[in-house]
């Protein structure tokens, strides 16, 4: 499965735990949390824009970096 990097703007546990949560609604995906990087870094076989959109759902600033 592709891995994809994205920047999303977290500053603290609740950033985290938002995108948990987002995350694990879509399904089927495997990700790590860089919270003092604010990274994510997502294992899936959605599409990028799909990624995308559901990370936004937190309401923070996010940005697709590209693959890993």
């Known amino acids: ?3 994809h990097e994205f920047f999303v703007d977290m500053t603290c546990e609740g ?3 938002a995108v948990t949560r987002v995350l694990n609604k879509l399904g089927g995906v495997q990700f790590d949390i860089d919270l003092p990087n604010k990274k994510v870094c997502i294992e899936s076989e959605h599409n990028v824009d799909t990624l995308l959109e ?3 759902k937190t309401g923070k600033t996010t940005n697709y970096l590209g693959e890993k």
């Open 1 to 3: 499965m592709p891995k």
């Open 15 to 17: 950033c985290s735990n």
């Open 54 to 56: 559901t990370l936004k």
